[in-house]
């Protein structure tokens, strides 16, 4: 089970980070594929990140590049949120998938078999 923490409320301009650790398989998790997606009041899920088994790759969404970056260590998963705007707010989830690297399926939610309960950002002055 993954589970997503650092959620919060935020200026225009501000920052978060958001943290992915998984509960039963722990030790597992640097194998498999991790994607962070958004959920926006009333529409789809859609996918901002995705970080390969190991890290040495990955994605950010055209909407996240240069604001949001993607990392991972032992056992956690990370995304660092800067320069946030209301456009940003949603639920954000983590996800993992049962492979090392599909580049091509990065932002497709049915790729992923486990995600987390999701954590709630909102932008707002």
């Known amino acids: 089970q993954l589970e997503e923490s650092g959620g919060g409320l935020v200026q225009p301009g501000g920052s978060l980070r958001l943290s992915c650790t998984a509960a039963g398989f722990e030790n597992d998790l640097v194998y498999y594929m991790i994607g962070w997606f958004r959920q926006a009041p009333g529409k789809e899920r859609v996918g901002v990140a995705c970080?390969?088994?190991?890290?040495?790759a990955m994605k950010l969404a055209d909407s996240v590049k240069g604001r949001f970056t993607v990392s991972r260590g032992s056992g956690i998963i990370e995304l660092q949120m800067d320069n946030l705007t209301a456009e940003d707010t949603g639920v954000y989830y983590c996800a993992r998938q049962a492979t090392w690297w599909d580049s091509d399926r990065c932002y497709s939610p049915a790729a992923y078999e486990y995600w987390g309960q999701g954590t709630q950002v909102t932008v707002s002055p």
């Open positions: 970080i390969a088994g190991g890290g040495r």
